[in-house]
DNA sequence: CCCCGAGCAGACAGATCCGTCTGCTACCCT
DNA sequence: AGGGTAGCAGACGGATCTGTCTGCTCGGGG
């Protein structure tokens, strides 16, 4: 029975505190790098177990099986990702720029060289059916399409629905050109100027411009 | 050695002239299949054998190997979509047309249920390093840029280049939103709009209207 | 002091997958 | 009629992958 861990008070089973991380952790950081950048089904588990360090039987006491890990590493990147839109938005005021501003974020995660675009489109694109990934990719979808049509809304753009899968459009659509296409700038460009495009066809004219700061993190991007 | 086969004179190797179809061309018709529904690396080449009922000698006699199966799969459904692609551009006039007719031949696509997102996307995203996936979609994204930057140029947009890829955009987010999505017929009318409207902003107000003719095949969809 | 749990290391089994090779059949062409 | 060729069928080997299981070490608490 794979002990459906879940029971952590509130530090991480053993050690967790310090500067050292647990092989969970190690694990998930390694799969993150390892998934992301190859595949999921292309990288294999003794490979992971090498480059993290972690045991074979670790692996299976933290998560059952690969799937276990896979689906740990698409929900633990999900939260991320809600946190980092999140810090996102809260740098801009109104909804008309906060959904330009999610644009902008599109253009650093572009810039990013080592940004190989959406990890739940990656994955399903690989994925067997009975697998976790489309369980968990359907809630992100879910979430990001709720996500732009609040937005949208609160734009009060006139058909917030549309105006919110335009824009999921051109999010997908620049994931696909990081991980295909050389011209990533140009990628980038296309999406910021084509979202401001359509919403301004689809909002009233917004209020009187106010040029927020733009800081982003150095680390491993995590848009998708 | 893998015998190069590339002397067919007119007609391929034995039959394939009546309705017999060779193992080559079934076993093409069954990885065009498997491939796209389930991935490239998910199918193994026993399960190809199976179902199309071919050797496993003859696959190898005509591929070399799976990697050259892969790379011939991309590549006729490459000349697909380029015979496809000139078909819908032929049933249209102006420039303008011919680019909002793409996106009307989007929308027939996603309506198709068997449509499962573009093969290159899907492929490249669980190719490793050296396969030959990366070269065909390569030449894939290059024509496909081409023809949206020499589209966008006759209809004489004021920057052909942004506007070609911001519809390139959209071309692969619906693509994304196919496999990925439920609604799709919200993403067939959020693409087709998005790019009436990008159209519209980026180049000189059409001709008085012409209505064209819209017939589609029923065959499984070669978009993506 | 000792015991227990967490973790490391690696052997092992079962499955799968790729690719090669050996027979055999059937058809076509001379 | 006979030989050559294309194709079918399947065994086989080597590699790889997932998952289980057995030892071993180490550190902390009763």
Redesign the pocket.
Known sequence: MPKSRSSGPETR??EAVGGER???QRLLETADRLFYDEGVHVV???RLLDES??????L??HFG???GLVRVYLEEHFEARREHVAEVLSRYATPRERLLGLFSDVEDALAHPMFQGCRFVNASAEARPGESVGAVTDEYRTWLRTLFTDLARAAKAKNPRRLARQLALLYDGAAVAARLDQDRAGAADAARSAATALVDASTPPPAPPATPAKGSSPKRPTSG
Do not use: E, H, L, M
């Open positions: 089973p053993t647990g092989p969970r294999g588990i003794d360090g972690v045991a074979k039987a670790s299976y006491a099986n690969k799937d």
